[in-house]
Every structure is written in C-alpha cells, then in structure tokens.
C-alpha cells in the first residue's frame, strides 16, 4: 500500500520546467527534461524520476559541469548515421535530437545508428527506445556513465553501470522494453536507498577489501573516492557468471566512446586531478531498425506479441501468481498512477519545497 503523498502529473510537469527554466534550460528542452524524467516515474522507476531532478540536473548545472544550454554539433553524417557532440549540454535534449534524426532516416532507409560524445547523463534509456517503439520500430541505445563496476575478479571501478536497451513493438497495449544496467544495481538506487535511510542489500556492491558493503551513504562516498565498486550482473566473481555482466558492461563502454571517438572509463569521473568539479563527457549510441525493411511492422509485432503471451502463459512456479515481461510491470505502474500521480518522499518534498521557496514559484504542494 503506497503511503506517501502523490502530486497530479500536471502540477510536477510545470513546476519542473519552470525551475530548469530558473537554471537556464531553454523552455522547449526543458520541456523534454522534464517529460523524461517523469517518464521514469510514469514507469516506477523511481530512481530515475524525481528523485534525481535536483542532485543530478540541478546540481550539476549550479556547479558548471552541466551546461543549461545545449549546442550540439553533427560532426559526421551520412544517409544512415549520425555522429553528434553534444558540447556538455542537456544529455536528454542532444539524445531527443539525436532519436528524431534517425527515426526519420530508419524509415526511408531501414535502419539507422548514431553516437553522442561530450554529453551528459540522458535519463532512463528506454524513453529513447521507446520513442523508436512508439513510431513501431526497433530502438536500441546503451550509455556509458562515471566508473562504478569492477571487472570479474577486481575491486575497482572501471566500467559504468552502463545500460544496454531494447524497446520491441507488439500487437499489446506496450511493447517489449528491456531497460536495465549491466550492473546488479545501479547508483541511482543506491542514492533513493540513502535517500530513505535504507542498507543497500548485502553482495550488490564490493568495498577495496573484498567484503561486501550495505551502508548506503557510506557506499556513495565509496563510489566517488574509488574505494568500493558495484558488482556485474551475475555477481563478483565466475561462480555466477558475473563475466557476463562485466563482459556486456564492457561492450557498452566501447560502442559509446567509440562510434563517436569519445572518452571513456577514468576519463568520466566527473572529478579532476586536483579533486575539483569537471564535465562528465559521457557517450552515448542509439540503433532504430524498421521492421518494415524485413517482413513488415505488422508481422513482427504480432510475433513479438505472441512470444510475450506464451511466456506469460507457460507453467508458473509454485506460489507464484503470474510471469511477467519486460516492459509490464512499468506498463502497470503507469495504469495505477496516471490518475493519482507520482508518489514523493520526504526528502523529495523537502527539496522541491526548497527549489520552490528558493525561485520564488507559485506552487504549492498536497503535501503541504
């Protein structure tokens, strides 16, 4: 049963374009921050929503190593691809660019691929396949991010969490969306952990010891001054197969710095040689294929609808009530919150609060 207050949809939309506004976001691409950011909570991927709208845009804005502004260069084009830098402006707004362009160039000529360098953080990677998804194409995207993930039998973190992203159109009221780091967990969980006084879960992240660690502030700092790491997918070692995880996580850092000749692993810190602020220079690539280039949307939604319907279908295990895939559970949550809105914490409502008291805006909250 959810406890927290929530804030109607339009209410948190206006008031987060008006303070990016108050930061120097341009109103059209503050719209688009914003909408992404709320996507993330339309979905229940709280960790990606408003939880991080102050500490990861805001902040980084207030502290020069975020451009409010995004002025972004084509440096390579062709009929199919598309090379961008993005000059450390609004990772979303250069990746909202970026998907419009290929989207447009996967339909006349059934696929297309681009890469960002010199971006920052673009949000949660399956709005930029379902963007694809919702025009009944194939959207691929992957992203690195600030080091956090050690190689299977390492402690230190050289890799990001680094998503690698599906979105897949059916025949069903979503499409198939696999959206998720390479990572057990990600630091945008770990942060909504500290956020609400919670322990991260013992054996999702791994101190310079070898131990595992659970004090969720105490990893943060861990994180930053390189004394801890997150485990791979599969784990920190072989016996559950944590070179996977480690091995996808590698191949994500390679396609986004790259495709666009773009930095990379200890270059994306966000943290000087001095220990000083600088800009993240992160890359990002994106894929959208056309069904239509092969055996037509209408097929490969129908079949990728039925392969969804069979697996929900298929012999669940004892005391389980349904299978699940990828791109339901967020499908739901929207249906339980596009009449209610997004549930906030207390140190969320602290913060907007502030943002709020801070530009002067005339909000006020339910909270309140």
Not at 62 to 86: H, N, Q, S, W
Not at 119 to 130: D, K, L
Request: proline share 5%; hydrophobic share 40%; aromatic share 8%.
């Amino acid at each position: 049963m959810e406890t927290r207050p929530y804030v109607p949809w339009e209410l948190i939309n206006h008031f987060m374009i008006d303070v990016f506004r108050a930061y120097g976001v341009p109103e059209e691409d503050a719209a688009i921050c914003a909408d992404v950011l709320l996507e993330s909570d339309r979905r229940g991927i709280e960790s990606h929503g408003c939880n991080r709208f102050k500490p990861i845009y805001l902040d980084r804005i207030r502290k020069g190593t975020l451009l409010p502004v995004t002025e972004t260069e084509i440096l390579r084009e062709t009929p199919t691809t598309v090379v961008m830098d993005a000059h450390n402006g609004m990772g979303m707004v250069a990746s909202h660019r970026m998907m419009k362009r290929l989207i447009e160039k996967a339909k006349q000529y059934g696929m297309a691929g681009g890469a960002i360098r010199n971006s920052t953080h673009y949000g949660i990677a399956g709005y930029w396949t379902g963007m694809a998804a919702d025009e009944g194409l194939i959207g691929i995207t992957g992203t690195n991010a600030r080091p956090s993930i050690a190689p299977t039998f390492g402690v230190e973190n050289m890799l990001g969490t680094n998503p690698l992203t599906f979105s897949l159109p059916t025949d069903e009221d979503f499409p198939f969306c696999i959206d998720c780091a390479t990572s057990i967990v990600q630091r945008g969980k770990i942060e909504y952990y500290a956020r609400e006084g919670k322990d991260t879960p013992a054996g999702m992240v791994v101190g310079r010891d070898g131990s595992a660690m659970t004090d969720s502030e105490e990893i943060l700092q861990a994180l930053v001054n390189g004394t801890a790491a997150l485990a791979p997918l599969g784990g920190i070692d072989d016996e559950m197969a944590g070179y996977k995880g480690y091995g996808y996580a590698a191949v994500v850092e390679i396609l986004s710095a790259a495709l666009a000749g773009g930095q990379y692993m200890k270059a994306l810190t966000g943290v000087g040689p001095d220990g000083s602020p600088q800009m993240y220079h992160l890359g990002h690539f994106f894929f959208v294929i056309d069904p239509d280039a092969f055996m037509g949307r209408d097929l490969f939604r129908k079949t990728a609808g039925e392969i969804c319907r069979a697996l929900r279908a298929s012999e669940k295990a004892p005391g389980r009530d349904r299978i699940y895939t990828a791109g339901e559970k967020e499908y739901l949550a929207w249906l339980d919150r596009r009449d209610k809105g997004v549930p906030v914490g207390a140190a969320v409502q602290k913060e907007l609060i502030m943002l709020r008291d801070e530009l002067q805006l005339p909000y006020r909250f339910p909270f309140e």
